[in-house]
Structures are given as structure tokens and as C-alpha cells.
């Protein structure tokens, strides 16, 4: 039997919510297919996303130089090889992230960390590297080092794979990693199937969408399958009187 690899961390308890923004095709998709889309670090309109920052690339050059090491030679390889589904963790709506990413016709799925692990079917083991949550961490590129060595003189490294700039930092990220096989390579991306029930706690349309959206959203997701509640987000509803 093939060992399950997915590990799931939690950094501020396994009820946070997490937020996934998308416009109503990508809704669809997800609909039709029921899996997660998981892109190439690279092929991310961020081009520092993987990358090292600058005192963690100095600091690997000189360990090569001082040991005769490889350390962190094979690290543009990776970026090409890993590859994530990025979440917004809030327990609120974000009026930024319907603005960056669904604006008028958008629709959210909200989730929580302790639905990852049980969304993914018994078929999905997460391959030879496995999947992982993480919640990301926003560092400084010219000043913060993200390595060191250990006592037995091992060279040890954040993961940089959920690493990004500060200037992000309102994104409050949470993503999923995964790799791509050795017969995947050429791929930018690829998707993992999910069990959709499992996954999604509520699906909440746009605020600024016309109402008839929502009765297409709430349609399309019970053609698919979906016993989910929808609703329309009351964001910009009028004050109470």
C-alpha cells in the first residue's frame, strides 16, 4: 500500500478560515473537474516567488566556497518543479481580495485548515513529495537570511517555497505545495483531484454582483453535485437604520 503523504500545518488552529477568490469560469471548473489547480513556482506573475533572498544566496556561496558543498546549487530546479494553490487566510471577507481577484461576477469559496487534509480522496497520496500546508512567511530580500548551520556542520534552509516579499503582505496567504513527477516536467501546473463536499464550508458570490448571479451560482453548484450553501456577501450592503 502506497504511504499518504499530506501534511497539513496549522499556525493559527486548524478552524482558520481560509478564503479562496476566483472569477465565475474558474468557478465552473472547479465544478466540473473537482480538483485544485497547483502552478509552477515560476510561472507565478511574482518573479521572486522561490527565489532566494540576497544574504541567503551569499551565505550558500560561501559555504560552497569554505566546504566544497552544493548547497543550494540545485535551487532554480526546484523552482521549476514545485508547484502551489494559494488560499486567503481571514476569518472576514477581504473588500481587497474581491477587488485583486473576482470584482464584479467573482465568487468565493471559504474552507477552513482542518478541511485540507480529509478534502483530498484515498487515492490522492501526494505522489513522491507529498503535499503541504504551510501559511506563508513575508521576509525582507535584502536583509533576511532564510539558512544556517546546523552543529554537524549541515546546511539548513526555510522553505523558501512559502516565502514571499513584504510587499505582499496584506495577501495573508496560506498555500498548498506540491511537486511534479519525473513524466510531468514539461507541465506548468497540475491539478490534484478534491472531494468538493469536504472542502467547501460556503460559497459567497461577488457584493457587487447582480442578485441573478447568485441563483447561477446556487444552479450550477446543485447540476454538479454541490450541496453547499450560497450566498451573496452583504459587504457593501446599505447601514442599518
Not at 500546508?133 to 539548513?156: H, I, K, P, R
Not at 458570490?205 to 448571479?213: D, G, L, M
Amino acid at each position: 500500500m502506497t504511504e499518504r503523504k499530506v501534511w497539513i500545518n496549522s499556525p493559527d488552529g486548524p478552524d482558520h478560515q481560509l478564503w479562496r477568490y476566483m472569477d465565475f469560469l474558474k468557478f465552473v471548473d472547479l465544478l466540473q473537474r473537482r480538483a485544485l489547480w497547483f502552478t509552477r513556482l515560476d510561472q507565478l506573475l511574482d518573479l521572486y516567488e522561490g527565489s532566494l533572498t540576497k544574504p541567503t544566496v551569499e551565505f550558500l556561496a560561501e559555504v560552497r566556497s569554505r566546504t566544497g558543498s552544493r548547497a543550494g546549487v540545485q535551487h532554480e530546479k526546484f523552482r521549476k518543479v514545485r508547484c502551489v494553490n494559494c488560499w486567503h487566510m481571514n476569518d472576514y471577507e477581504s473588500a481587497a481580495m474581491w477587488e485583486l481577484y473576482s470584482k464584479n461576477a467573482g465568487v468565493a469559496i471559504r474552507s477552513r485548515i482542518s478541511r485540507l487534509e480529509p478534502c483530498f480522496p484515498p487515492e490522492v497520496t501526494g505522489g513522491s513529495w507529498g503535499i503541504r500546508g504551510e501559511g506563508v512567511q513575508y521576509v525582507d530580500y535584502e536583509n533576511d537570511l532564510l539558512a544556517g548551520e546546523t552543529s554537524e556542520g549541515l546546511v539548513a534552509m526555510a522553505q523558501d517555497f512559502t516565502c514571499k516579499r513584504k510587499s505582499f503582505e496584506h495577501e495573508r496567504e496560506y498555500r498548498l505545495v506540491t511537486s511534479l513527477e519525473a513524466d510531468e516536467m514539461e507541465s506548468v501546473g497540475k491539478f490534484i483531484p478534491v472531494a468538493l463536499e469536504r472542502l467547501i464550508e460556503r460559497i459567497v458570490v461577488s457584493p457587487n454582483a447582480p442578485k441573478w448571479v447568485t441563483d447561477v451560482v446556487r444552479k450550477e453548484s446543485s447540476i454538479h453535485g454541490l450541496n453547499v450553501e450560497v450566498v451573496q456577501s452583504d459587504l457593501f450592503s446599505p447601514l442599518l437604520k
